[in-house]
Structure formats: structure tokens, C-alpha cells
């Protein structure tokens, strides 16, 4: 039988009911039970014998493990976190043992007096490990040191024995370019679900579940911070071999899609008559025309007593698997791999153990499933906001969206959405991620949000669906009327209101400018592209999946330039087997319908990695080991691949990523030609090269003596020239790959290229630019592939130009000082205003 536990008041102060907290995360115990103290000292004191387990990086919360299990948190004021320490003095940390009455923490009554909602500190006892609250002090003053609650023994809780074998740790790098956030956050919980062991990730001053995602984002953990895995149980080693490949691998986790770097948000700009303007963040470019309609939101009421336990939990699993099976549904259907991320990281959500955990206590304590899971989601929405980091606080929009979704299903219904009039423009304080995607796109113009971010998912989903849109425009958003007249100039950030009959017929017209030569491009766009002269321009499509493929070919792509099989290989925990490889590549041959197609071979490392390849930690990925450094290092991986694409596309050319001299490009070669005399294959396959370095650039004559044909990545390029990286959202208003620099290395390696009468294409950022193609071709470039929905307008330009006009505007560029004065010179040229 485990004794009883008494708990000391840590401070001088009125004890008072948790019930009549003003903060509902501990007003509905959403927490725990416990006591309420207002306090009168200020020094905050250990309530009994214990190990400290956190202490919030703003020092004003501490959690302390007793003998026993049981979890103790005591939180001084209500949010007190605003304060970023300010007040606070922290005078233990994770790891020490304390005794009944040590100092915890000193704090400044006059400062939080100041600065805070509340003085009054909860006392909750966040896991009783078996035991319940027998006896507490309410209603009366109490003196710290004097007892406040008592835990009454009984049977201890089986969750909370110790595991047998000791406890494993591994120090860890964490190398996301956004920190822990939602996704990687899910792939870790779902790897270390695989694992009986107990594991968790420490940090400095907090300790995480690590199968909980939701746990592990409240760790805050950001880019090149370290922390500790933890494990213990039978496959301890084993566990935590798995988890430091995956973070230390990266995940994948690249630049985001995004729009232009992020401003401080100003209230609503000048005015003139007749038009009022909001300022908001773009969260994705581009210009709209139409008619307010404001996005209500029923608040969903929730009864707080349950039908009993088991009738409760049988609700709610039936809940979570509806909407776990429409969310898997959602993936299937969805051919974009942005919202397929988001949507597995929801997926992933459903299934955390501390969010199950925690709505299954509030059950067990009476509460409806509604109830418990509104409050389990509460809980952690709050740990996430008190965080200070804006990226992980987006994240929240997750949280809520799953939130209402359960909700509805508990209640029998779905979220439907508005019927939206054609040219809508959404308005609305907050958007969730399924209330984007479960609007009809067709009848969708743009929205603008008074809250969000411009890293949220809604923004994300918001860019790959095309949509113009602004978020955080303030409170301004609600005053609008349905139907009032707007325009959205998401470029600019800015929403016009009621905008004057000048102003709206100003926008009408560049709208139906716009649309009337994109109705010519694309009516024109399966025509082959040849200049004035009739001088030939191969215009190809960039592809990352079969649904990339069957767009591509409705709109005009001749073939395709690069075909980034990296779709393949990430997001999973084993490598694709050549038969899986072959047949993937085969379907997207056959989508091209037997036009070319050029498949790069797989281009991992830096800020793409698989956990099967793992690297290690490296002080600069970028410069690291990736692209065809990781083949030469994995024969067999670059082996699986070529029998494969000899498989499944035996017309297809090949390009090694990553080349920066030619003993890559013949051991790449050597392989390629013993897999087909292996497979029997006659004839030859081309093989190129990426054109992505410098040092590439500069020898590509050397290269191309070799290789069959070369293509410039101007993504990379462009960030190896400049010294600039491009997922650096500081420098994304600098990086620019118009910049003179990167222009003569392109035309280097055009040059080179030339030299040996091959043909040099673009496959990055810039082939898709208007503003780029007529200098690339007159720099020697003869086949641009990019975005497939860019080929239409890119065709259509390129039909209006002649050679001997773009080498006179490249020439032009190649003497410019700066990017700017390069694509100033471009946008005259495009505009005939030269």
C-alpha cells in the first residue's frame, strides 16, 4: 500500500477553489485537480520531497516529480508568461532534487502586479500516479509550509511503475530549418510509437513524451538547438538509434512555400474619399476582384456531464476514427504535396497519447467526450501559445481545426462550409485547413483573415492552391459587410474596401487583361514553341508525381525537363524497391505520352533527407553531403535506381544532381552501363548533368566533353553564387537569380555546352520567371522547364521574341550592377518601354 502524499503550501497567500481561476485551462481542471493560492509571499517553495522535472523558460512555472510518481505543477499567475522571465528568479532546474520548503522560484509581486492578469497560482497535480485528492485546504489563508492537500493512497497507477532496464540517453542536434514543428513532430511520435520502450526528448528546463507530437512541439525546440533522447525498456538502443537518424536527419524539411518576407503588420493604411484600405501579411500573391462574404462560425456547445465512462469513450473513439478515415480520404484524393503534409500531420495528431490521454481522464472524471476533448485540446493549445514562437504558435490553427471537426462528429454533423457566389472573396478572423480545402476553388476569388500567419498551413494550402490571400489584417476584417465591394491586392498587402468606381474599373480591366492572354496562351499552349523566326524553344514541365504529370500534358508541357524523384523516397521509413521505382516511373512516362523525359536521380542531403540514408550532423548541410555524393556513397541505391528507370522508362534521360567535376559524372556513367549490359540492354542511354555549382559552371566545357546534355538549376546556383540561403526568410528579398553573377555563370556553361554542340537547358526557378526567359535564351539557353502552370504565358512571350533581340538584352543584363537594375531592365523590355 503506497503511503499517503502531503502536499505544503509553496506560498503565503488565500486558498481558493481551482474552480474560480479566471483561466479556464485550470478553472475546468483541464490540467489536473488541485489548490489555488493568491499569494501575499513572494518566494515560491517545494510542496514536498521531489525531483525538479521543468522549469519554463520564463521561469514562471515549475513541475516537481514526488516519491511515488506523482506530478506536481505550480504555475505563478495567469499569463505570466507575457513576461519572458521579467520578475522572475528561477533558483532550481531540471534534474535537481529538493526538499520540502527549498526555493523554487523569487518573483516581484509589484512587476506581475503590472504585467499580469492575475497573481493567483494554481497548484494542479498533473498525474497523481494512482492517487486522488482526499483532503484540501479552501475558502481560508494558509502560510507556506503548512499543509494544503492531501493525495490519498491506493492502488498505483500501472503507467506509472518504472521500466525494467535503465535509462538510455543520446545527445541530439536538431537540424530543421523551422524547428520541431507539426510535421516532423509527427514523424518522430509515429517512429517512437513502434518502440514498447519509454522515450522522451529532454531539453534544458522541459521533458516531452516522445510519442506525443503534441508534446514534443511544446518543447519549442528551434533550428541548431541540442537536446537529450531518452529511453528506457527492452528496446531502449534500438529506439533511440531510429530517432537520432530521424532528427539528425533533417525529415525533408526544406524551404517552405511562401510568399514575400514578412513585414510588421500595420493598422489600417490612409484613406481618401470613397475607399478605405486594410494593410495585411501576404500569405500567397496575386489580385482579385469581387464580393465580400464573411465566414460565420457556429460555436459549438458542449455538455460538460458525461452518460457514463464507457458509453463517453466509445463515443469519442467512434469520433476520432470518422474523422481519421475522412482525413485519410482527403490525402488519398489530394495530388498536392503540400496539403498531403498537412493532412497527415492532422492524421498523426488523432492518434497523440498525451491529447488521448488526457481527454480519457476528463471522461473518467464524468465529463461527456465533447467536453474532455475540447478540454485535452484546450490544454495544449495554451502550452503552444506561452511558447513565444510565432512559427510553432501557427500551429495552434491544427489543434482547433481537429478540434471542431471531433466536435461535429461527436454531434453528428460536418463541417460543410459556405455556399460561395462565383468571385467570392473570404473574409474571416481565423480560417482552419479543412475550411479551406472545403470550399469550391472554382467560386473562390481570395480571402483576407484579421488573425494568422504567413507560415501557417492556411497559408501554405493557400499558395499551392493559387489563391490570393492576406492574413493578420487586423480587427478591421469584421467591420466589413457581406457583400461590399473589395479588392485584394495580395502583392501589395493590402485590401481595398468599397473601393471608388476608378479604382474598381482599374482592377476589373488589368484582371481582364490578365485573363484574356491567359486564355490565348493556354488555347495556343499545345502548339510547339518557336520564336518569330521559327527558331526552336523546347518548353518542358517540372514534375514531382503521376497527378504533376497528367496536369502537365493538358497544358502544352513538350516533355519534361526534370522529373524530381525525391517524391519517392521521402516521408517513409525504408527505400522504394526497383519494382515499386519502376513501375511509379512508368506511369509517368506513359501520363507524357512518349514525350522526353529527363529524371534526375535521387537528390537527398542539405535540406531533403531520408531517415533509411542517414548523414549525420553537418555544421553546413548545404555544402555537405547531398546529391550525387550520396549515390557514390550508396552504390547499391544508385543501382536500384537506374535498373528501375531502365525498367520503367527505357527512353528516358538521365541527370546527375549535384556535379561538381567529371570523376562524378563517370562513376555515374560506369553504373549506368554496367546495369544495362546486366539487363541485357543494347544501345546507349543519355546522361547529363545539373549544372547547380560554380565549379560546375566554370568547367562546364570539361563536363559536357562527356556528358549528353547539361541543364542549369538555378535555385542552387544562385544560393552557392550569392552565398545566400535560399530558405533563409531573411534574405529571400535579396536572392534572386537574375543577379549578374549567376547570369554569367549560366552563360559559362551555355558556352560550354555549345562548344561541344550540346544543348543547355533550365530547370530551375528562373526558366518558369518572364522576366528571365528572353535573357536565357539570349545567354544560349535552348529548352526552359518549369511549373507547369507557367508554360501557357511562358509559350506565348517566347513567340513574340527573336534571337538577335534577346542576346542584346542579355548582353544589356550581363553589365548590370545589381539584380534590381537587371530585372528593372527586363520588366522595361517586357513592357515595350524601352
Given at each position: 500500500m503506497t503511503a499517503d502524499l502531503v502536499l505544503l503550501s509553496p506560498l503565503d497567500g488565500w486558498a481558493a477553489p481551482l474552480s474560480e481561476v479566471p483561466d479556464p485551462v485550470f478553472a475546468e481542471a483541464m490540467l489536473g485537480d488541485g489548490v489555488a493560492v493568491d499569494p501575499t509571499s513572494a518566494v515560491l517553495k517545494a510542496p514536498c520531497d521531489g525531483v525538479v522535472t521543468s522549469v519554463h523558460g520564463s521561469r514562471h512555472a515549475v513541475s516537481l516529480r514526488a516519491a511515488g510518481g506523482a506530478e506536481i505543477l505550480m504555475h505563478v499567475g495567469l499569463e505570466t508568461v507575457a513576461l519572458k522571465g521579467a520578475g522572475f528568479e528561477a533558483h532550481v532546474h531540471e534534474g535537481r532534487a529538493v526538499k520540502a520548503g527549498d526555493r523554487l522560484i523569487t518573483f516581484d509581486l509589484a512587476v506581475l502586479a503590472q504585467g499580469a492578469k492575475s497573481l493567483v497560482t494554481p497548484i494542479v497535480v498533473t498525474d497523481a500516479a494512482g492517487r486522488a485528492i482526499s483532503w484540501r485546504v479552501s475558502g481560508r489563508r494558509v502560510a507556506a509550509g503548512e499543509p494544503l492537500m492531501t493525495l490519498s493512497a491506493g492502488t498505483a497507477n500501472e503507467a506509472a511503475a518504472p521500466v525494467a532496464g535503465p535509462e538510455l540517453t543520446r545527445r541530439i542536434l536538431i537540424p530543421l530549418i523551422h524547428g520541431l514543428h507539426a510535421r516532423p513532430a509527427a514523424r518522430v511520435a509515429d517512429t517512437a510509437k513502434r518502440f514498447s520502450s519509454e522515450i522522451a526528448v529532454l531539453t534544458v528546463n522541459r521533458r516531452a513524451n516522445a510519442k506525443s507530437p503534441v508534446g514534443l512541439m511544446s518543447l519549442g525546440l528551434r533550428h541548431g538547438d541540442t537536446a537529450t533522447l531518452a529511453a528506457a525498456g527492452e528496446d531502449a538502443a534500438a529506439a533511440l538509434e531510429a530517432l537520432a537518424e530521424l532528427i539528425e536527419g533533417g525529415m525533408g524539411e526544406g524551404a517552405p512555400v511562401r510568399a514575400a518576407p514578412v513585414q510588421a503588420v500595420r493598422p489600417a493604411a490612409g484613406r481618401r474619399p470613397g475607399l478605405a484600405v486594410l494593410r495585411g501579411v501576404t500569405a500567397s500573391p496575386g489580385l482579385a476582384v469581387g464580393k465580400a462574404v464573411r465566414l460565420f462560425v457556429d460555436e459549438i456547445e458542449v455538455a460538460e456531464t458525461g452518460a457514463g465512462v464507457g458509453a463517453e469513450r466509445a463515443r469519442l473513439d467512434a469520433a476520432l476514427a470518422t474523422i481519421g478515415q475522412r482525413i485519410a480520404a482527403e490525402a488519398a484524393q489530394d495530388g498536392v504535396q503540400a496539403r498531403q503534409a498537412i493532412l497527415n500531420a492532422h492524421a498523426a495528431f488523432l492518434e497523440d497519447p498525451d491529447l488521448l490521454a488526457q481527454a480519457r481522464r476528463l471522461i473518467g472524471e464524468g465529463r461527456s467526450a465533447a467536453y474532455a476533448w475540447r478540454g485535452a485540446i484546450g490544454a495544449h493549445v495554451e502550452a503552444l501559445r506561452g511558447l513565444g514562437d510565432r512559427r510553432i504558435a501557427e500551429r495552434v490553427d491544427d489543434l482547433l481545426d481537429l478540434e471542431r471537426r471531433v466536435l461535429l462528429a461527436l454531434d453528428g454533423r460536418e463541417d460543410r462550409g459556405p455556399d460561395l457566389p462565383p468571385g467570392a472573396i473570404l473574409l474571416a478572423g481565423e480560417l482552419l485547413p479543412s475550411q479551406l480545402m472545403g470550399l469550391d476553388a472554382s467560386k473562390l476569388a481570395g480571402f483576407c483573415t484579421a488573425g494568422g500567419g504567413p507560415t501557417s498551413h492556411v497559408a501554405i494550402l493557400a499558395a499551392s492552391m493559387g489563391v490570393p490571400a492576406l492574413v493578420a489584417a487586423g480587427e478591421g476584417v469584421a467591420a466589413i459587410k457581406d457583400g461590399a465591394s473589395l479588392i485584394l491586392d495580395a502583392d501589395a498587402g493590402l485590401l481595398h474596401v468599397a473601393?471608388?468606381?476608378?479604382?474598381?474599373?482599374?482592377?476589373?480591366?488589368?484582371?481582364?487583361?490578365?485573363?484574356?492572354?491567359?486564355?490565348?496562351?493556354?488555347?495556343?499552349?499545345?502548339?510547339?514553341?518557336?520564336?518569330?523566326?521559327?527558331?526552336?524553344?523546347?518548353?518542358?514541365?517540372?514534375?514531382?508525381?503521376?497527378?504533376?504529370?497528367?496536369?502537365?500534358?493538358?497544358?502544352?508541357?513538350?516533355?519534361?525537363?526534370?522529373?524530381?524523384?525525391?517524391?519517392?523516397?521521402?516521408?517513409?521509413?525504408?527505400?522504394?524497391?526497383?519494382?515499386?521505382?519502376?513501375?511509379?516511373?512508368?506511369?509517368?512516362?506513359?501520363?507524357?505520352?512518349?514525350?522526353?523525359?529527363?529524371?534526375?536521380?535521387?537528390?537527398?542531403?542539405?535540406?531533403?533527407?531520408?531517415?533509411?540514408?542517414?548523414?549525420?550532423?553537418?555544421?553546413?548541410?548545404?555544402?555537405?553531403?547531398?546529391?550525387?555524393?550520396?549515390?557514390?556513397?550508396?552504390?547499391?541505391?544508385?543501382?536500384?535506381?537506374?535498373?528501375?528507370?531502365?525498367?520503367?522508362?527505357?527512353?528516358?534521360?538521365?541527370?546527375?544532381?549535384?556535379?561538381?567535376?567529371?570523376?562524378?559524372?563517370?562513376?555515374?556513367?560506369?553504373?549506368?552501363?554496367?546495369?544495362?549490359?546486366?539487363?541485357?540492354?543494347?544501345?546507349?542511354?543519355?546522361?547529363?548533368?545539373?549544372?547547380?555549382?560554380?565549379?560546375?559552371?566554370?568547367?562546364?566545357?570539361?563536363?559536357?566533353?562527356?556528358?549528353?546534355?547539361?541543364?542549369?538549376?538555378?535555385?542552387?546556383?544562385?544560393?552557392?553564387?550569392?552565398?545566400?540561403?535560399?530558405?533563409?526568410?531573411?534574405?529571400?528579398?535579396?536572392?534572386?537569380?537574375?543577379?549578374?553573377?549567376?547570369?554569367?555563370?549560366?552563360?559559362?556553361?551555355?558556352?560550354?555546352?555549345?562548344?561541344?554542340?550540346?544543348?543547355?537547358?533550365?530547370?530551375?526557378?528562373?526558366?518558369?520567371?518572364?522576366?528571365?526567359?528572353?535573357?536565357?535564351?539570349?545567354?544560349?539557353?535552348?529548352?526552359?522547364?518549369?511549373?507547369?502552370?507557367?508554360?501557357?504565358?511562358?509559350?506565348?512571350?517566347?513567340?513574340?521574341?527573336?534571337?538577335?533581340?534577346?542576346?542584346?538584352?542579355?548582353?544589356?543584363?550581363?553589365?548590370?550592377?545589381?539584380?534590381?537594375?537587371?530585372?528593372?531592365?527586363?520588366?522595361?523590355?517586357?513592357?515595350?518601354?524601352?
Open positions: 473601393p471608388d468606381a476608378k479604382a474598381l474599373e482599374a482592377a476589373q480591366t488589368a484582371l481582364a487583361q490578365r485573363a484574356e492572354r491567359l486564355a490565348a496562351a493556354r488555347a495556343a499552349a499545345r502548339e510547339d514553341c518557336r520564336m518569330a523566326d521559327g527558331t526552336r524553344i523546347q518548353v518542358y514541365a517540372n514534375l514531382g508525381s503521376l497527378a504533376e504529370a497528367q496536369a502537365a500534358a493538358a497544358v502544352g508541357a513538350e516533355g519534361c525537363g526534370l522529373l524530381r524523384t525525391e517524391f519517392l523516397f521521402l516521408e517513409r521509413d525504408t527505400p522504394p524497391d526497383e519494382d515499386e521505382q519502376a513501375a511509379r516511373y512508368e506511369a509517368i512516362a506513359r501520363a507524357m505520352g512518349g514525350r522526353p523525359l529527363i529524371i534526375r536521380l535521387l537528390d537527398v542531403g542539405g535540406d531533403k533527407t531520408a531517415a533509411y540514408l542517414p548523414i549525420g550532423p553537418e555544421e553546413n548541410p548545404a555544402l555537405g553531403v547531398r546529391g550525387v555524393r550520396v549515390l557514390m556513397r550508396r552504390p547499391q541505391v544508385l543501382k536500384t535506381q537506374l535498373r528501375a528507370i531502365l525498367r520503367g522508362a527505357a527512353h528516358a534521360k538521365i541527370m546527375v544532381p549535384m556535379v561538381t567535376g567529371l570523376s562524378e559524372l563517370r562513376v555515374v556513367r560506369a553504373a549506368l552501363d554496367e546495369a544495362r549490359r546486366e539487363m541485357g540492354r543494347a544501345g546507349r542511354t543519355d546522361l547529363g548533368v545539373m549544372i547547380e555549382t560554380p565549379a560546375a559552371a566554370a568547367t562546364a566545357d570539361l563536363l559536357a566533353a562527356e556528358a549528353d546534355f547539361l541543364s542549369i538549376g538555378t535555385n542552387d546556383l544562385t544560393q552557392y553564387a550569392l552565398a545566400m540561403d535560399r530558405g533563409n526568410p531573411d534574405l529571400a528579398g535579396e536572392i534572386d537569380a537574375l543577379h549578374p553573377a549567376v547570369l554569367r555563370l549560366i552563360a559559362q556553361a551555355a558556352e560550354g555546352g555549345r562548344k561541344h554542340a550540346l544543348w543547355t537547358g533550365v530547370c530551375g526557378g528562373l526558366a518558369g520567371d518572364l522576366a528571365g526567359a528572353p535573357i536565357l535564351i539570349g545567354l544560349g539557353v535552348t529548352e526552359l522547364s518549369m511549373p507547369a502552370a507557367a508554360i501557357p504565358e511562358a509559350k506565348a512571350l517566347i513567340r513574340t521574341l527573336s534571337p538577335e533581340v534577346c542576346r542584346r538584352l542579355a548582353e544589356q543584363a550581363l553589365q548590370q550592377p545589381t539584380a534590381e537594375a537587371v530585372r528593372a531592365l527586363a520588366n522595361t523590355f517586357l513592357t515595350g518601354e524601352a
